[in-house]
């Protein structure tokens, strides 16, 4: 009874600390989510609840199981969705990925048909332990550790998962006690995956070793969660004096603000900076690492390759992370009146002897469009010539940025460089009048 007393009571303070108005159910026909139904039938009339439910369609069982679980919400006229996965991946790899997303998928859209608020999910405390020691052993991330949260935003609204205090062993007490019908999910039974190798070998063993060890995982997350969140509001203080510039795959701020912490405070605060950018980065614990010493190092100009094609660079004072430039991408020929896109940019050059910007004295017969290159030269009003990086560095233009500038070639002459360079402004003689138009695309 106590049990009992328990998990309504949990369940019920859960829904109201976050406001829960109209819930939808997701139940797999399995014990936790049977279980999470029955309370939630007990403790909100019928009218505020549905039970949503997908056939993966990846088991023969699969069809029985909705069978099971929609007879249930017939006979107990409950509001029932489900769906049936029909175009599923050919190959095997990235199966449960795939099957999660279109699980998740049709939660949201069912959601905002019904105008759900709130989407409950039966994870429990076994799923909890597993997800952090899971995490720990391919990560180590700290911000990942601790990812399967009591609440978080979803579609319109939010996930809660009410179960997070409760074991497995808990659930399917409870469900002994009340005979509550499930169907059992065989999946569970094969050790293919690292989470079922945990779940039937290594927990067994570990709750050997301690048979709290649930609670104090639990307790563990809790703490987790709440020094990152408190660290989250320190570092955005830091972001903030770093004065961070963000332009389409590069971001330059200044080092002097990070300095104020230690080594161990600034691999939770790089976790942050690339984590919650969400850029297309896998940073590894190594990397951090290099970041860390390169900042405090006093060389001016270090740099280190990220993974995917990223890069670290620390000038004077500042640091630039960015992506590299595509080097398939270095020439591109121009036809008048088409816009071509070169990265993130598009460019079009049209004859206009209205409102020309470049002018030449003949016609060319190609149009290139590159990025510099080592050895390239501008031509000079004195018909001498000057080094592109020469003017670089004259127009104090970062290193890191010069990568960036476009180059336009009639007939393999330099005649434009982005911003800082028209040959026409050096031989005033042309009469072929064209206008160039830029523009940055942002993504
Ligand atoms: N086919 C399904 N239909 C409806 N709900 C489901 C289905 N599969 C899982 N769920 C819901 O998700 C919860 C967690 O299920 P399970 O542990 O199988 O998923 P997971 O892959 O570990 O987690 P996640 O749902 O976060 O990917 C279940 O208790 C249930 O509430």
Redesign the pocket.
């Known amino acids: 009874m106590e049990l009992d007393n328990k998990i309504i009571s949990t369940v019920k303070k859960v829904l109201k600390r976050y406001q829960a108005q109209k819930v939808l159910?997701?139940?797999?026909?399995?014990v936790?989510?049977m279980v999470?139904l029955n309370v939630v039938a007990q403790v909100l009339p019928k009218n505020q609840f549905a039970v949503?439910?997908?056939?993966?369609n990846l088991r023969p069982e699969s069809r029985a199981?909705v069978d099971f679980?929609q007879n249930y919400c017939l006979k107990n006229d409950y509001q029932f969705f489900t769906t049936k996965w029909e175009n599923q991946p050919a190959a095997d790899i990235g199966m449960?990925a795939a099957a999660?997303k279109f699980?998740?998928g049709f939660?949201k859209e069912t959601m905002l048909a019904g105008k759900f608020d709130t989407l409950?999910?039966?994870?429990?405390g076994n799923?909890l332990a597993e997800?952090i020691l899971m995490k720990l052993i391919r990560s180590g991330n700290a911000y990942e550790v601790v990812s399967?949260k009591e609440q978080r935003p979803f579609a319109t609204g939010q996930i809660l998962r009410p179960l997070l205090d409760f074991s497995k062993r808990e659930l399917a007490e409870y469900s002994d006690i009340h005979d509550i019908k499930h169907v059992q999910?065989e999946t569970n039974f094969d050790n293919i995956t690292l989470?079922n190798r945990l779940r039937n070998n290594i927990f067994p063993e570990l709750q050997k070793e301690n048979g709290q060890l649930l609670a104090h995982f639990r307790f563990f997350d809790q703490q987790i969660t709440a020094l990152v969140s408190l660290a989250k509001q320190q570092f955005e203080e830091i972001e903030h004096a770093m004065k961070l510039e963000e332009v389409d795959k590069q971001i330059i701020g200044f080092i002097k603000p990070i300095l104020k912490l230690d080594s161990e405070q600034q691999t939770l605060f790089w976790g942050n900076f690339f984590t919650k950018r969400k850029l297309d980065i896998s940073i590894s614990n190594r990397q951090i690492n290099q970041i860390i010493e390169i900042i405090q190092s006093e060389e001016a100009n270090a740099s280190i390759d990220l993974e995917d094609s990223w890069q670290f660079i620390r000038t004077y004072d500042k640091f630039v992370v960015k992506k590299f430039q595509n080097q398939n991408l270095t020439e591109v020929n121009v036809p008048l009146n088409q816009t071509v896109t070169f990265g993130s940019k598009k460019l079009t050059i049209t004859e206009d002897d209205t409102s020309f910007n470049l002018s030449v004295d003949k016609l060319p017969t190609t149009i290139r469009l590159r990025t510099r290159r080592d050895g390239d030269k501008l031509l000079l009003a004195d018909g001498k010539h000057q080094k592109l990086s020469k003017r670089f560095i004259n127009e104090k233009v970062p290193a890191y940025e010069r990568d960036n500038y476009l180059v336009l070639l009639f007939d393999n002459q330099i005649v434009w460089v982005e911003k800082i360079y028209q040959m026409s402004d050096y031989l005033k003689k042309g009469n072929k009048h064209y206008k160039i138009n830029l523009i940055e695309v942002k993504e």
Do not use: P
Not at 120 to 124: D, V
């Open positions: 159910i997701a139940v797999s026909g399995g936790d989510s999470l949503v439910n997908v056939d993966h199981e679980v449960e999660r699980r998740y939660f409950l999910t039966a994870h429990h799923d997800n399967l999910d989470r």
